[in-house]
């Protein structure tokens, strides 16, 4: 059984390929740094865009063309299935994420639901032993249905709250089943619509409580994936308690809870942030905190979430530069959380999409290596801040100055001289490493 007839495994043809089935960009077996492209890219499909969305938009039904739609219920979960494994293998993608009720229908009960999940999971379990083709991360979908109205672990309604607490048990549970690598929390409704009736210190202690008893549980079970907290602004709620990485951040810190949770940036979050996506990686980065990515993009003429897959070369190469400045991902990885246009309603745009995103990934990964094999950002920044390397900037670093010797210096000084911050020729620097990194093989 074949559920994508028109599409064979996608290979790496390189730079001069007219075949819109293969990589131009992305070549798994690639070695950068001493690693594979594959083993450092850790690219992961999302269920819920790939395999369960129909390509309804708040506007209009869906669109999309998807064989397991014939199917309902569980048979349609079973297909989606099939459909999900024969995907990753012929895309060429080593991970995967879901929401549990991306895998499974919800039941009429709590306890159906979950013996819903139990017979997708014992599936899906069969299929990953039959492959190389790992869980980036599971979570929760504590937002969709009616019950989660005013919230989840910020609920008004303590009965809410519980319920919430039995989904992410199971979910807790069904990672170290699956062996997930991360677990993630991304709190839709975890906020609020106004304040006139809200208790925001309660809605926030609780959430506190929630993690701090998600933490528990998973360590009662030995399930040792990372936890991750996807941080976005807005949207469903009109406000949203883990804002961006330096809210959640503080929030962390706040609840004692820093130690236990790293961030999953999505770079569509960043920019309704009112940040880029190079912003919220970066300051998860210097903070210890950058676990993963939801690569995806915005629409810059739109003021919601479009999701799109990511086609940016200029922000996949400074999102790689940050993410190799880190090290790696560690166990995060670069999961498409990203939707093909409802007007791309065929199965192969699925391809197309994918392809498009790791391409551009592969771009950025290898215009940001040279950029770092070179120390371009790092020469910059060494010169513009070398005032802090001797003299009283050496004082100020190494807290040996006061406001009292401070005053002392800044009395003596004849003048002030800055210097430029060449922020047009470090531009037009960068678009000269992307334009030319490919050149020897165009
Ligand atoms: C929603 C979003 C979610 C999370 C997982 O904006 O990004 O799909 O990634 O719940
Ligand atoms: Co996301």
């Known amino acids: 059984m074949t559920w994508f007839e028109n599409v064979n495994k996608i290979k790496y043809e390189g730079p001069q390929s007219k075949n819109n089935?293969?990589?131009?960009?992305?070549?798994?077996?690639?070695?950068?740094?001493?690693?594979?492209?594959?083993?450092?890219?850790?690219?992961?499909?999302?269920?819920?865009?790939?395999?369960?969305?129909?390509?309804?938009?708040?506007?209009?039904?869906?669109?999309?063309?998807?064989?397991?739609?014939?199917?309902?219920?569980?048979?349609?979960?079973?297909?989606?299935?099939?459909?999900?494994?024969?995907?990753?293998?012929?895309?060429?993608?080593?991970y995967f994420c879901f929401h549990d009720v991306d895998i499974a229908p919800e039941g009429e009960t709590l306890s159906e639901s979950n013996k819903n999940q139990d017979v997708i999971v014992a599936m899906i379990k069969e299929y990953m032993k039959d492959s190389d083709v790992k869980l980036l991360w599971n979570t929760a979908n504590n937002f969709t249905n009616p019950r989660f109205v005013h919230g989840a672990a910020s609920s008004s309604n303590a009965d809410v709250f519980a319920y919430s607490a039995a989904k992410v048990k199971k979910q807790l549970e069904i990672g170290k089943e699956l062996g997930g690598e991360n677990y993630v929390?991304?709190?839709?409704?975890?906020?609020?619509?106004?304040?006139?009736?809200?208790?925001?210190?309660?809605?926030?202690?609780?959430?506190?409580?929630?993690?701090?008893?998600?933490?528990?549980?998973?360590?009662?079970?030995?399930?040792?994936?990372?936890?991750?907290?996807?941080?976005?602004?807005?949207?469903?709620?009109?406000?949203?308690?883990?804002?961006?990485?330096?809210?959640?951040?503080?929030?962390?810190?706040?609840?004692?809870?820093?130690?236990?949770?790293?961030?999953?940036?999505?770079?569509?979050?960043?920019?309704?942030?009112?940040?880029?996506?190079?912003?919220?990686?970066?300051?998860?980065?210097?903070?210890?905190?950058?676990?993963?990515?939801?690569?995806?993009?915005?629409?810059?003429?739109?003021?919601?979430?479009?999701?799109?897959?990511?086609?940016?070369?200029?922000s996949t190469t400074l999102a790689m530069y940050e993410i190799i400045k880190n090290g790696g991902l560690g166990s995060g990885g670069l999961n498409f959380d990203a939707k093909v246009r409802r007007g791309s309603f065929d199965p192969e745009d699925l391809f197309h999409a994918h392809i498009a995103g790791m391409d551009h990934f592969a771009v950025g990964y290898k215009v940001a290596s040279k950029l770092v094999e070179d120390n371009v950002f790092e020469n910059i920044i060494d010169e513009r801040y070398a005032s802090y390397k001797e003299g009283i900037g050496k004082?100020?670093?190494?807290?040996?100055?006061?406001?009292?010797?401070?005053?002392?210096?800044?009395?003596?000084?004849?003048?002030?001289?800055?210097?430029?911050?060449?922020?047009?020729?470090?531009?037009?620097?960068?678009n000269q490493y992307l334009l030319t990194a490919y050149a020897g093989e165009l």
């Open 185 to 314: 929390f991304w709190g839709g409704r975890e906020g609020y619509e106004t304040l006139l009736n809200t208790d925001l210190g309660l809605e926030q202690d609780n959430l506190a409580r929630f993690f701090q008893m998600a933490v528990d549980y998973a360590k009662e079970i030995g399930f040792d994936a990372q936890f991750l907290i996807e941080p976005k602004p807005k949207e469903p709620s009109t406000h949203q308690y883990d804002f961006d990485s330096q809210s959640t951040h503080a929030f962390l810190l706040k609840y004692g809870l820093v130690d236990h949770f790293k961030l999953n940036i999505e770079a569509n979050h960043a920019t309704l942030a009112g940040h880029t996506f190079e912003h919220e990686l970066r300051y998860a980065r210097v903070n210890g905190l950058l676990g993963s990515v939801d690569a995806n993009q915005g629409d810059p003429l739109l003021g919601w979430d479009t999701d799109e897959f990511p086609a940016d070369i200029y």
């Open 21 to 94: 089935l293969a990589f131009k960009f992305y070549n798994p077996e690639e070695v950068i740094n001493g690693k594979t492209m594959e083993e450092y890219l850790r690219y992961g499909v999302a269920y819920w865009h790939t395999f369960t969305a129909d390509l309804s938009d708040p506007f209009g039904s869906g669109t999309a063309i998807r064989g397991w739609d014939k199917f309902d219920g569980m048979d349609r979960a079973k297909a989606r299935v099939e459909a999900a494994f024969e995907f990753f293998e012929k895309i060429g993608a080593k």
């Open 395 to 430: 004082d100020i670093v190494e807290g040996k100055a006061d406001f009292k010797s401070l005053e002392e210096y800044a009395l003596g000084l004849k003048e002030i001289k800055n210097k430029s911050g060449r922020l047009e020729v470090i531009k037009a620097t960068i």
